[in-house]
């Protein structure tokens, strides 16, 4: 590898990382937003996802310049691709966190009532999903990604019991509709982190192996 091809990789890496670590405090900070009912706090996080926005084309633009004036070839070229997947996911979770944000503020004019779900289990897994895919990248551990992958299943099983629950809610209580509504979408929008939380993993494992684990039939016992 050229000396200049190491500066630039190192430069787009250094920029990962710190989309990483603001996405992860964003997905912390609305989720802090919905359970105290900061509703100053889940704007400020809508306003940040403009932010993150620009990081990951930043990040996409250094990308594609690493593509076109190094030519980068073998584990080089896999760093690129998976950066280029790595940085698409977390731009989503920005803008998943930003819309848990979104149902917090719209939360404050409902009527409160009791939900059916408890959502601080579902919560926690989500953001140690998070964090560990994020670690997962920093330190190029295979082990760790592969633990994300594992707690995959039991958010898809929480989200699942989560709409059983409210769905019998809104029967029982159909004037609460769309209050119900709006908790059963966080739900999906926590399930949806946790997806690409798993998706990050899976990108550091094939740079890491050069093994593709999507879609194969391991990732459906959670073992990618």
């Known amino acids: 590898m050229s000396v200049h091809l190491q500066k630039d990789i190192n430069s787009v890496k250094n920029k990962l ?19 105290s009912h900061d509703e100053k706090l889940a704007a400020e996080i809508i306003e940040r996802d403009n932010e993150i926005d620009l990081m990951e084309v930043e990040v996409e633009e250094d990308c594609l310049k690493i593509l076109a004036l190094h030519q980068p ?25 930003s ?11 409902d009527p409160v009532i009791d939900i059916p779900v408890d959502f601080s289990t579902m919560t926690e897994i989500v953001k140690k999903m998070l964090h560990s895919s994020i670690d997962s990248l920093i330190q190029m551990d295979v082990g760790l990604g592969k ?22 809610a809104i029967r029982a209580h159909p004037e609460y509709t769309q209050t119900y509504i709006r908790y ?9 982190i946790a997806d690409l939380a798993t998706n990050i993993a899976e990108d550091v494992i094939y740079l890491v192996t050069g093994q593709i684990t999507r879609h194969q039939a391991g990732l459906k016992d959670g073992t990618c």
């Open 147 to 168: 633990e994300v992958c594992l707690l995959d299943n039991e958010v898809d099983d929480r989200h699942k019991e989560a709409f059983h629950k409210i769905s019998d």
């Open 17 to 35: 990382l710190t989309l990483s670590a603001e996405v992860e405090e964003t997905v912390y900070d609305a989720v802090h937003a919905l359970s």
């Open 73 to 97: 070839v073998a584990i080089d070229l896999r760093y690129i691709v998976a950066i280029l997947k790595i940085n698409n996911d977390l731009e989503r979770v920005g803008d998943l966190a």
């Open 184 to 192: 059963l979408s966080i739900s999906r929008y926590l399930e949806r």
């Open 99 to 109: 819309n848990i944000a979104q149902r917090a503020l719209e939360l404050k004019n």
